[in-house]
């Protein structure tokens, strides 16, 4: 039985229980008049929206025929939330990839840059396309993302708390390479749900938020670590670094070894007391700031040489870089737990932005983003769709 998971409230559906929605009235032909959809409104929270009614069907296909009035339809939702499911999510259910760090972390500013460089540069080399599944996937890109940070240049404000504000949806992507054989090439897809956490969100232990599902769901997660907020790190900032980091000291919360183990133990309620086998990708976020002389020497300054596999050298190289980082700044524990805990985990090192913004704004060289898709390349790499080459 193949299930899909909801990219919207993740819960797990059976293909066959797939839902439809009725196309609704057009003119003045057939259809089902709108009526306040409550399970939608329940989901998004505030008035439930009116849309043509939503029904179950026996064996779901393709498309089905509504049994109020009769005319086909195409739109297949989530039983659960009824929030459309878009058609190539039907197909190739997704890996739902999570991107959790503290506060401040540089979470949505790597989601901001990484969809860029995946749409630009990265696309290219690993000839792939990533392409929005639904219609409001695009908009918020363009409004919460693309729009201050590209068209701006300006820093995004912080993620408002799920607390606070009704729960975002998360950002749904089909990534689709072809993969070649040696006898033949197929294609590979992927759909990528990013969800973008507010670093708060991550904190009460009483999580039982629907927004901490996602976790539950999750096929892959990524953290990010804010060297600025490393103690142990200070000595090794560049001046600017310096002065802008350390912002959440004295706050545990904010501490990745908090932030990590409180996700390890919401993936344990799923699976368990043994190491968990989710593909886990740590990643330094804003390394920019450290010292130019420490970056000089180091594999974490070199470019990532664009063969369109994963490089499996260099990644050994930048695992170690990192490992030895921890260890320098005494952040060892960090990696001690993701090695207690964990039987597949890879240390990053990345920069969204490539240098220290100023206050509100991208700092004068613009951004040039730095490695930021080497946590991806690995878990393709993982999830089969991207080769591995050594030397
Ligand atoms: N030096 C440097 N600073 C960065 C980089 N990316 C983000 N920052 C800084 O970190 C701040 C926070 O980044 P966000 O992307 O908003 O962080 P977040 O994890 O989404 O934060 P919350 O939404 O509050 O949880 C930004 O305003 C920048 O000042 C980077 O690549 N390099
Ligand atoms: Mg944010
Ligand atoms: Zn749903
Ligand atoms: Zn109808």
Redesign the pocket.
Known sequence: MIVITCPYCFARVPRDRVAFRCVGRAGRGAGCEPVADEALGRHRGGVPPSLPPVFPVRRPGRRADCPACGVSTGRRVCPECHNQLPAEYCANPGKIVALV?????????????LLHELMNRVGAELDASLVPCDDRTIERYKQDFARPLYGRNM?????QSVVNAPLRDPLVYLLTRTVRGRLRSRTASLTLVLF?????DLRSRDVTEPHLRYLGAADAVVF?V?P?ELPGARSALSGT?LA?GGTLEGDPDSDPINVISRVTELLRRRDGDRRLTIPVAVAL?????LRPALERQSALHRARAPLGALDLDDREAVHEQVRALLDEWQAGMVDRYLRQNYTDFSLFG????????GPESVGPGGIR??RVEDPLLWLLYRFKMLDGVRG
């Open positions: 760090g503290a506060k401040g972390s540089g979470k949505s500013t790597y989601i901001a840059v820093l995004l404000s912080t993620t973008d956490t507010a670093g708060e990010l804010d600025l670094a802008r976020s804003k390394i920019d700031a990345l920069s969204a932005l490539g240098g220290v913004p983003p730095y």
